[in-house]
């Protein structure tokens, strides 16, 4: 596998004016290499703990350089610190924060506790979700999300301590957040994209920023029960008009997206296969012009830590970086 670069994070002053921009203001934050190679993990977030700070120490030691957690309710900061305690130097990135479920000033704080007690060590991904989970709690409440996720990051800017523009991205599909995401932050987490996508994010972000891309991935040879699983997994996303958007833009028709997904949908979006198969298709994604890819393993239980499926792929995936 061709290794990415690694993803950089770091705030830059203006040039010629010996002030930080307008997109950089706040303070200067720590220097975060995310490495080129991570893990997104919902099991790392929601399982048990025990097994939680055991699976992250041994992520550590397989090689992978971040992992990312989601966030659809409870203390997300609260289990970002159960694994930074659990590792030595690994990242630990939200994969991503629910703005419509945290208010700024709390997430300021819970930031500044993060890089405070581990300095560099904290990415805070940040996303504005979907309207059918937001409006579930609140009828009616997601509305203009651009505009809210400009908002929030306005009230991250002047909360008292700020979040380094250097130490958040977006979560971005569409051009818009996308370029949000170059002005605002340092770069951009996309989720259920494909290398396609990656080669158009890069062009909208520009060189400096970092790119971020999840893939999933499933260690299985058989086409049948490979798409089987992946189906099983995308049904939820292919409900959700921001996923399905997305994918008919990037050229998938409405019969690719009917019920649980067609062949072609399930073989573009889920890299399944041997390791050398995964880690090529892995590779795709920093050949579009990724800096760190973050895999998504899955397996028949979607409760079950895939550790096994971890340390089958790290050979292949960290070696190359």
């Not at 010629?16 to 921009?21: E, H």
């Not at 890089?115 to 979700?129: E, K, M, N, Q, Y």
């Not at 937001?134 to 505009?147: K, S």
């Amino acid at each position: 596998m061709r290794g990415g670069p690694g993803a950089l994070f770091a705030t830059e002053y203006h040039q010629g004016s010996g002030q930080l921009s307008r997109e950089e203001r706040g303070h200067r934050g720590d220097r975060v290499e995310l490495g080129g190679i991570g893990v997104w993990s919902v099991p790392l977030r929601y399982g048990a703990k025990g097994e939680v700070v055991e699976a992250a120490a041994e992520l550590e030691s397989l090689g992978y350089s971040a992992l990312w957690i989601p966030d659809v309710g409870g203390d997300v900061f609260g289990a970002a610190t159960t694994l930074l305690k659990a590792t030595r130097s690994l990242v630990v990135a939200t994969g991503v924060l629910n703005l419509w479920m945290h208010d700024p000033a709390d997430t300021a704080n819970g930031f500044a506790r993060l890089s405070g007690a581990h300095p560099g060590r904290f990415v805070l991904g940040i996303g504005v979700s979907h309207a059918t989970s937001v409006d579930r709690i609140q009828p009616g409440r997601y509305h203009q999300p651009l505009a809210a996720m400009a908002a929030y990051l306005d009230a991250l800017d002047t909360a008292k301590p700020p979040v380094p523009t250097s130490a958040r991205v977006l979560a971005a599909l569409g051009p818009k957040m996308l370029t949000l995401a170059r002005q605002r932050a340092a770069g951009a987490h996309t989720y259920l994209t494909t290398p396609q996508h990656t080669q158009q994010a890069r062009t909208i972000l520009g060189a400096d920023r970092v790119l971020a891309p999840e893939q999933r991935v499933i260690l299985e040879t058989d086409p049948t029960t490979a798409r089987d699983i992946g189906r099983r997994h995308l049904a939820t996303y292919l409900r959700l008009p921001n996923y399905t958007n997305s994918l008919r833009h990037l050229g998938f028709t409405d019969d690719d997206l009917a019920g649980t997904g067609s062949n072609r949908l399930v073989d573009t979006l889920v890299a399944w296969g041997d390791e050398d198969t995964i880690a090529r298709r892995v590779g795709e994604h920093y050949d579009a012009g990724a800096n760190h890819v973050c895999i998504q393993a899955l397996t028949s239980n979607r409760d079950t830590f895939p550790r096994k499926t971890w340390r089958r792929l790290a050979p292949a995936l960290t070696t190359a970086r």
